[in-house]
């Protein structure tokens, strides 16, 4: 009985620390989409800034 009752131990063991992992990977996923969010709103402006100093050409 007691040897059972270690193998249950153990098998919780690797189960919770699947779990942990899954949640890490979670939370990396979701800073990659926060920091795509944030250079998508970046690009627009970046070409503007650029823009800004180069004069116009004219035919």
Do not use: N
Request: charged share 30%; aromatic share 4%; net charge neutral.
């Amino acid at each position: 009985m007691t040897r059972m009752l270690d193998l249950r131990d153990v098998f919780q063991l690797v189960v919770d620390s699947l779990h942990d992992r899954t949640l890490t990977q979670q939370k990396f996923v979701k800073q990659r989409q926060q920091l795509g969010d944030e250079l998508h709103a970046l690009l627009p402006e970046l070409p503007k800034e650029r823009l800004g100093d180069v004069a116009p050409v004219t035919k």
